[in-house]
């Protein structure tokens, strides 16, 4: 259920409230009264004070600075237990009363998350009752609230289309949605067609494509306003599987292929950080690159031993059709190059090993960007709690996808995984051997589909990378 946001300088009294209290003899703001006692005991964030009568629910806790974005993560995950809270009684709004305004918006934020439900095929859907945030705090502006309520969409909208099956969620049908959120948001969307991606002779999309009963597309999307900062454009690029049976490398049918549907998160990331920034019309030039496919067996299908042409014109020895993600997006960061980019990342469910090695509590990154860069997209980590773990990315794991019979093959030996999916990347966005933009690669295989309850941040598509790649494209514009 979609929450409204807004601000209020006012308080009522007898309605549910969530109160980040200023000391530990202060009580919460209500009409009902709340034993001394039970405050005391919920004074540890971990289990927030929640005091329920039949009309209202209260929450009361006390934030700890010491450690700032650990206080920030910590509200949000008391507001997730507040909005299960405020659900289970049917309550229909909620106050959040603070004196520091970050924290009261990490409250809310954490509430409306929570209240995300992807309800589309349930015949009897059970809705969240919650409809309405109003937010109490002196120093919070309008404006924050609506890009609050921005960022929460985004994340929503991301959710949806990575929680989309595959039946709906073709290559095509991506296209359209993503035509109709960049109308929304007012960024421009271009899409090559077959016959266009043939033209271009993006022979990784192709390839990919080949066994599939549907058309492929290559999707940019575009953000630049006359105020825009950066001269050189920011250029985000989505992994667009939109479902990944592993092709004639068929997946083990037992479950590995449960949650391919998932296997357009990092396209579905970049259409969310692009509705963001676009809503709330930051002063950057953003483009979005979504090459977009399924990966399928069939009589046509690209095959292990294949040679492909790609679009920068080197080859690549197809070892393993389920290595598909790097093979579309290797023609992405290709093209990325026309643009003469401030930056590239991109953002793929690559690698298993990536969540086997980092589970969904991390991103796994790496990449050729001056390290301050990389130090700065850690820190919006921090800040989002959606964080990276670097990888060691030495010249030497290069050797690991050298092929005999062509430039480069789609898959390196059983160790390093992630790294040589990245090396193999990596050629891609260099011309005449030198790298044409700082590049980073974010590995989203750990956190973009999560198999149990996670805070505000649910069961399935967890939107992973549009809170990240909001904070870190703000950064940009101070
Ligand atoms: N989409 C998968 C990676 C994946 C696996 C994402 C599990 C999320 C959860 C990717 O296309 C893939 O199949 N990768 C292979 C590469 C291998 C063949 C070199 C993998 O990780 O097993
Ligand atoms: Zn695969
Ligand atoms: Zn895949």
Redesign the pocket.
Known sequence: MKIQLSLSKSLNKTKSLVQILASKTEKPNVAVDIPQKLIKDALEIKKPLIFNTPSMVVGAFLADQSNQYKNLENLRLAGARLNKALNAQKLTEVQVLGANSEEVLAVAEGIVLANYQFNKYFTQPKLNTLQKVTLICDGVTGNQVEELQNICEAVYFTRNLVNEPQHFLTATQLSEEIKSLGKEAGFTVKVFNKKKIETLKMGGLLAVNKGSVEPPTFNILEYKPKNAKNKKPFVLVG?G?VY?T?GL?L?PTAG?MD??K??M?GSAAVVGTMYATAKNKLDVWLVGLIPATD?RPSGAAYAPGDVITMYNGKTVEVL???????MILADALTYAIKYNPEWVIDL????????RTVGPQAIVSMGTAPKELHESLKESGFAAHERLAELPFFDEYFEMIKSDIADVK???GINA??I??GKFLEVFTKQNNQHAYPWIHLDI??P??LDREDGYRGKNGSGVGVRLLYHFIKKQTK
């Open positions: 992994k599987v990944d592993g490398s997946k590995s949650f391919m998932s296997d998160a990966n393993n059709t389920d290595a598909e993600g790097r793929a469910t690559l690698t298993g090993m990536a969540a789609n898959i390196g995984g992630s040589t999916a295989a750990g973009a589909f």
